[in-house]
């Protein structure tokens, strides 16, 4: 007997939470162009997005940043804090380093300003869906400078320098990687081992530090000074 076929990937599930119905149809109508993508619901503010978290539990919800009752900022903590699968995509017209830093401390996988062609918001959906890092080229380099501002500003990093005390030289090295945004094939490159290796090592750095991804492992790395500009 003939073994059958794998099927096709499950589509990614997504709630698009913006104010502006304009731009929520224009989102809907450019993912659901996706055959691997489906919308699956709206919000009309950061509450209703927190709603429909907890009713759908879409695999990603795109966030915007300004709006009422309760903002993309506040309502991406929600989500993140409730220990939902569902990963949190940012998009926003407002390039600034104060949101980046905030949604990413927040909890939020990725970060696309609104600006982006309907290829880089359906290859972001799909990115941070699959439990990668996503942040707009444009502020990068930025980020990496607001990170160690606020960090060294923040004072003694002692504990969360522990923490990465609990992982091995192997584990520091591939985390230090994440952080400077390399995938995992760069980094197989870069320590010459397997890729499959390299996710093992990414997956015990999430379990021992406790975290969601790869976006909270850099903010991580840069927060314990395991990271600065340049280093």
């Known amino acids: 007997m003939t073994p059958a076929a794998e099927g096709p990937r499950t589509p990614v599930r997504v709630v698009i939470t913006d104010d502006q119905m ?117 502020v990068t380099r930025r980020l990496i400078e607001e990170f160690s501002r606020l960090a060294a500003a923040a004072g003694p990093r002692a504990p969360l320098r522990e923490r990465v005390g609990a992982l091995t030289e192997r584990e520091t090295q591939v985390l230090a990687l994440v952080a400077q945004g390399l995938s995992n094939t760069e980094i197989a490159d870069r320590l010459v081992v397997a890729e499959s290796t390299v996710k093992t090592h990414v997956s015990r750095v999430l379990v021992k530090l406790g975290l969601r991804d790869r976006t909270q492992a850099a903010v991580f790395a840069y927060e314990s000074g395991l990271i600065t500009p340049g280093g």
């Open 22 to 138: 304009m731009v929520r149809e224009g989102f809907s109508v450019l993912l659901n162009a996706q055959p691997d993508i489906e919308v699956v619901g709206e919000a009309v503010d950061g509450r209703q997005a927190v709603e429909k978290v907890a009713e759908l539990a879409p695999d990603v919800v795109l966030m915007d940043i300004r709006m009422p009752v309760l903002n993309g900022l506040e309502a991406t903590r929600e989500i993140c804090a409730s220990g939902a699968a569902t990963r949190v995509l940012i998009l926003t017209t407002y390039d600034l380093d104060e949101y980046v830093y905030q949604a990413l401390r927040a909890g939020a996988s990725g970060f696309l300003l609104k600006d982006a062609s309907a290829r880089q918001l359906a290859d972001g959906v799909r990115t941070v869906a699959d439990g990668n890092a996503l942040l707009a080229p444009t």
